[in-house]
């Protein structure tokens, strides 16, 4: 498989946060989801790559260019979503779409015209006008009209109504299927999670926390109910026990094996799911 996005031992200071090392890659025709708590650098990350904030330490390559030249043209390759548009407050959106349209020269017309159609988004009102939601939704259909190889999104569900997250996830995957496209999208919303990436990257207070396939993520972690008292010391894996019958492991075949050999039953056993892992995860 081909990387499409490589960081490498990227570090970034701002003022008291440090970011980083961070070491990742993500690979072409795969949707990982970066996920972390509130103020744990995946804003940063996102802005880092897109040599917004430029980083202190370390390299970012984008379809093996080195973002860190004179020549920017790595750029068209990528539609960065931010959380949001800085100085475009006093234009419509059909001025947007002119100006977008003309910058990126794979803009897609009919994409962006169906877009907005769903999302009935009003095209003749200022964008700074327009409901945080609204924002949103001409953001999002700016950013996939590109039709760029590398989408990176941060946080575009944060305003949506439900109906439109919906519509807004169809969208995705829809794009995702026209070609070996990539994206990288950071969220706190599990639908995101569950409907879209294949991989979920964590991210605790700047460090990576972990990347994790979605579909063995899901697998990794047990309850068991067990027949008689817990011992007092953990269990192989143990990240909580509710009550003195009920353990939860992140090691399930060891914590089996420990209570074979311990004498200890159990009645029942099930993976917890992928909601509840991701909340351990990021405790
Ligand atoms: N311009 C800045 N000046 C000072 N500190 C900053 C600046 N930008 C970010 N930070 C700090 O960097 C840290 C990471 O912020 P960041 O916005 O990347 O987090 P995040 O994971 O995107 O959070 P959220 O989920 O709340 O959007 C925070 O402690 C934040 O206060």
Not at 56 to 79: C, H, L
Not at 98 to 116: A, E, H, I, Q, R
Request: glycine share 6%; aromatic share 10%; hydrophobic share 40%.
């Amino acid at each position: 498989m081909t990387a499409s996005l490589e960081v490498l031992s990227v570090e970034k200071k701002i003022e008291d946060f440090l970011l980083g090392p961070i070491n990742l890659t993500l690979e072409a025709g795969t949707v990982t989801a970066l996920v972390g708590n509130n103020g744990a650098g995946k804003s940063t990350l996102l802005k880092t790559i897109m040599q917004l904030a430029r980083q202190d330490m370390g390299e970012i390559i984008v379809f093996g260019s080195n973002t860190n030249q004179d020549d920017e043209s790595w750029k068209k390759q990528i539609a960065y979503q931010p959380q949001t548009l800085m100085g475009c407050d006093s234009f419509t959106g059909n001025e947007l779409k002119v100006l977008f349209s003309k910058w990126y020269p794979n803009w897609d017309d009919n994409w962006f015209g169906n877009m907005v159609d769903t999302f009935e988004i009003p095209m003749n009102k200022k964008y700074g006008k327009l409901s945080q939601g609204n924002q949103q939704k001409l953001l999002a259909s700016l950013t996939l009209s590109k039709n760029a190889q590398l989408l990176i999104l941060d946080e575009p569900t944060a305003h949506m109504d439900i109906v439109s997250k919906r519509k807004y996830t169809d969208f995705l995957i829809e794009w995702m299927e026209r070609e070996e496209k990539t994206i990288f999208i950071s969220t706190h919303q599990m639908e995101d999670i569950r409907k879209l990436a294949d991989y979920l990257i964590f991210i605790n207070r700047g460090q990576m926390a972990g990347k994790f396939e979605k579909d063995k993520l899901a697998q990794q972690y047990k309850r068991f109910w067990l027949a008689e008292d817990l011992p007092p010391v953990s269990i192989p894996g143990e990240i909580e026990r509710k009550g003195l019958r009920t353990v939860t492991t992140h090691l399930p075949i060891e914590a089996e094996a420990y209570f074979l050999k311990a004498g200890i039953n159990w009645h029942a056993e099930e993976y917890i799911g992928l909601e509840e892992a991701v909340t351990y995860l990021l405790k």
